[in-house]
């Protein structure tokens, strides 16, 4: 199905004087998408944000949203709810007066709101009885649910969050998750998510877009930009990884011999790449098997562990493959006590041609 674009961030720069905080930026996002923004620290991801809510005006480029041009509108006409990290929420206020007050600006009739603050109690699932409560005197979690209920009481076009999760202990952070998974599928809520949590993006989003020092480095469905990397930077930022450097030796059909530090790696190979070119390899963290004897893959080497970390359900491994001159991060899951392995030990490490990047 064709889905329409509800906002249209068309090549936009924003620039600080000489700094250039975000650089020739396109990003269309869907009616009804969850879009999570994934970055690290200062790559720009407020900033296109705010452009988005009408903080920020761009230096180059537009915003359309409902395929009208936003620059000249101000942020209060454009009918976008926000959660930012600090929630900013009125905490002497009850928890009835903060959701009301984006009504109470807007003027609405007050005989409805009444019902609209039910409604979205509901919806955020705190108990109407915690209507009279000062927001203050909440817990995180509900505090969290209050803010969402204040952003999308009015029924936005579109939900933006800066970081809403961030500020929440682990598990906390993991509950509220899936809650605005399930608030996300309950409304027809367009989301726009900023974010510097791989694992966040990649367990909400429908769509990511990753950027970095201000440029957009890829663009696709969540399992795409873990299974595709579209550079080495997205290869790099999400999940655990190993980059190895090497020059291609031989190309056979769709696979390529890469030579690194005295050995050799199969990787399947695309068009991009031919004899004697300079490469660079990605290798992910768990899709690398060790064993005390054989490991049946496309690759396999001989290999040291040099240190352990348990971590309960996983334990994350460095292995050192003499024959590569390379040091390998892994990560095993569900450690079957017959294969957890000792530092010094030395043992077979493997991998097949496809898993490489
Ligand atoms: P992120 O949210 O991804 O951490 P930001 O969008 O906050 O990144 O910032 C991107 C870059 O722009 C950073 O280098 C930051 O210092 C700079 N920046 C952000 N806002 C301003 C501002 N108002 N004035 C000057 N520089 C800014
Ligand atoms: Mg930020």
Redesign the pocket.
């Known amino acids: 199905k064709e889905e329409e674009t509800v906002v249209e961030i068309d090549r936009v720069t924003k620039r600080?004087?000489s700094?250039v905080?975000?650089n020739d930026v396109s990003i269309p996002i869907r009616d009804g998408e969850f879009m999570t923004i994934l970055?690290?620290?200062?790559?720009?991801?407020?900033?296109?944000l705010h452009m988005i809510a009408g903080f920020e005006r761009p230096t180059e480029g537009e915003i359309y949203i409902d395929d009208r041009p936003v620059s000249d509108e101000p942020p209060n006409e454009r009918n976008i709810g926000l959660v930012f990290q600090s929630l900013a929420l009125f905490p002497h206020m009850t928890v009835k007066e903060n959701i009301a007050f984006p009504l109470k600006m807007r003027r609405e009739d007050p005989e409805d709101i009444d019902g609209q603050i039910n409604e979205v109690l509901e919806l955020v699932q705190l108990p109407v009885d915690y209507k009279n409560k000062p927001v203050g005197d909440l817990s995180g979690g509900q505090q969290q649910r209050v803010a969402f209920a204040r952003a999308i009481v009015y029924e936005p076009t579109l939900l933006l969050l800066?970081e809403p999760l961030s500020s929440l202990d682990k598990k906390l952070r993991e509950e509220m998750r899936s809650e605005l998974t399930r608030i996300h599928a309950e409304t027809d809520l367009t989301i726009v998510h900023?974010t510097?949590n791989q694992t966040e993006a990649l367990s909400m989003a429908d769509r990511i877009a990753v950027?970095n020092g201000?440029a957009l480095e890829q663009l696709a469905p969540a399992k795409e930009i873990y299974a595709q990397p579209a550079t080495p930077f997205v290869a790099g930022f999400i999940g655990d990884t190993t980059m190895l450097d090497g020059t291609v030796n031989r190309i056979d059909g769709r696979r390529a011999a890469v030579a690194v530090g005295g050995g050799e790696v199969t990787v399947e190979s695309d068009d991009r790449v031919t004899v004697g070119d300079d490469v660079r390899i990605a290798l992910r963290a768990e899709k690398i098997a060790l064993d005390h004897d054989d490991v049946d893959a496309d690759n396999a080497y001989e290999a040291t562990v040099e240190q352990v970390a348990f971590e309960g359900d996983q334990t994350q491994y460095t292995i050192s493959v003499a024959s590569l001159d390379a040091v390998i991060d892994v990560t095993h899951q569900d450690p079957d006590p017959e294969t957890v392995f000792d530092r010094g030990d030395v043992i077979t490490a493997g991998w097949d041609a496809a898993e490489v990047f």
């Open positions: 600080y004087g700094l905080a975000v970055g690290p620290s200062g790559a720009g991801k407020t900033t296109l800066d900023v510097h950027i201000g």
